[in-house]
């Protein structure tokens, strides 16, 4: 296990209430011995050095661990919401406020026991906790391509800083289905950097290229009329499931969510909080979910 420097004006860019808010929080699950591991910003400045103020504390859990949680944090006096139960609860104190995060908000990348093997170390705040391995937040970073967030740059600056310590061959493993994903990543890093292009292992380059090759030699697939876009932006894809009739990519086994997660998790898009301030309140039909002559959902075997 190896130990990581904080970047050393990250506590100087947090509210002396909100520091002391996280640290004791932190301190609540290490005494009580929940496993949770510190991302977000916080873990991006020990992998980088970059520094960013941020608005919240992200402590990834196990989703059984969630209730637990919970308890540890009420006992506090603070509050909790469960505002996406696919993906993340939330912990308030007043204005400020931590992220639980058990997935993915597109279901893609639940937190299971490969997130807490070998984890570095750090100090934040003054409180000895694990941190999110590299690779966990690679793979979570990799699919956040909304219209108002892309988490593309901080994939190119973590490869920059990190490219000969990465588990390669774990970090395939990890994007399995989804290995387009991390091609497209990987390019665009040697787009961005041309002469750090060499750091990213050629055998890793050789390997998903040959993927691709094998995939572009296939016969179309028999069940194509999938729009894998909605796994990476929750908006910006509805058109094609709402209006052109595509399967929602969340509606296949590479999610885990169901037509209700993805409900709830479209109707908290501004865009449509303001349509229904001026429409009034109603139903919406769950996006992207073709149903059989019986109305249940269609599901989709995972890709090759």
């Given amino acids: 296990m190896c130990t990581v420097p904080l970047a050393p004006s990250i506590e100087e860019e947090v509210h002396p209430d909100t520091a002391a808010f996280y640290r004791r929080a932190l301190q609540v699950l290490s005494d009580a011995g929940v496993p949770f591991l510190v991302g977000g910003a916080f873990a991006h400045a020990c992998f980088t050095g970059i520094r960013r103020n941020t608005k919240d504390l992200d402590l990834f859990i196990r989703r059984e661990h969630l209730d637990r949680v919970q308890d540890l ?9 469960l505002p996406y139960p696919h993906w993340l609860a939330k912990v308030y104190a007043g204005e400020d406020f931590i992220d639980l995060i058990y997935n993915s908000g597109n279901g893609v990348t639940p937190v299971d026991d490969l997130w807490f093997q070998d984890n570095p170390e750090a100090e934040v705040l ?78 890793v380059m050789d390997r998903l290229l040959q993927k691709l090759a094998a995939e572009i030699a296939q016969p179309p697939a028999v069940d194509a009329h999938v729009c894998a876009g909605t796994l990476l932006s929750r908006e910006q894809y509805l058109h094609d499931v709402e209006q052109l009739g595509y399967i929602d990519g969340r509606l296949t086994p590479a999610s885990t969510m169901t037509p209700e997660d993805i409900q709830v998790w479209t109707e908290a898009i501004p865009a449509r909080q303001q349509q229904h ?26 890709p090759a």
């Fill in 277 to 302: 301030a001026v429409d009034g309140p109603g139903a919406l039909t769950p996006p992207g979910v073709p149903t059989t002559a019986a109305g249940e959902p269609i599901v989709l075997p995972p």
């Fill in 126 to 203: 003054g409180v000895p906790v694990k941190i999110a391995n590299m690779e966990d937040g690679f793979l979570s970073k990799a699919f956040i391509m909304e219209r108002e967030r892309y988490d593309g740059a901080d994939i190119a600056h973590l490869l920059h800083a990190n490219a000969e310590h990465l588990d390669w061959a774990g970090l395939l493993e990890r994007f399995g289905p989804n290995w387009r994903v991390l091609l497209a990543h990987l390019t665009l890093f040697g787009f961005i950097y041309p002469g750090e292009r060499h750091r990213v292992p050629a055998w």
């Fill in 73 to 81: 944090v009420r006992a506090e006096g603070w509050r909790t919401e």
